[in-house]
């Protein structure tokens, strides 16, 4: 069972900088629009950043001229640069993927289990 994995979670201080990384654990085809979502204690679901498979970001208003999204389609691998890292973006970030496993299947919606990130004052 292919599953999206994220990784680079962690604890840093307010200014900071951590950057995350999301690939699947085994082989697909290819992998469509990519996103990284967050979820807060007590709080829904937000959109952070998407990219398209051209390249073509964009990013909520909270997080835009700070964080950078970014992908590898050679590796499947997507990518977020988080700059000036705040405690109010303390949250679980989550990978999400379009992934087609084969040529001939249509995408299918893929999320990873999460990595926490922590900001302190």
């Known amino acids: 069972q292919v599953q999206l994995v994220e990784s680079g979670g962690g604890v840093v201080q307010a200014g900071g900088s951590l950057r995350l990384s999301c690939a699947p654990s085994?082989?697909?085809?290819?992998?469509?629009?990519m996103g990284w979502y967050r979820q807060a204690p007590e709080k829904q679901r937000e959109m952070v950043a998407v990219?398209?498979?051209?390249?073509?970001?964009n990013y909520s208003g909270s997080v835009q001229g700070r964080f950078i999204i970014s992908r590898d389609n050679s590796k499947n691998t997507m990518y977020l640069q988080m700059n000036d890292l705040k405690p109010e973006d303390t949250a679980v970030y989550y990978c999400?993927?379009?992934?087609?496993?084969?040529?001939?299947?249509?995408?299918?919606?893929?999320w990873g289990q999460g990595t926490q990130v922590t900001v302190s004052s």
């Open positions: 999400n993927g379009a992934v087609r496993l084969g040529r001939w299947t249509q995408a299918s919606d893929y």
């Open positions: 085994g082989r697909v085809f290819v992998i469509n629009d």
């Open positions: 990219i398209s498979r051209d390249g073509m970001p």
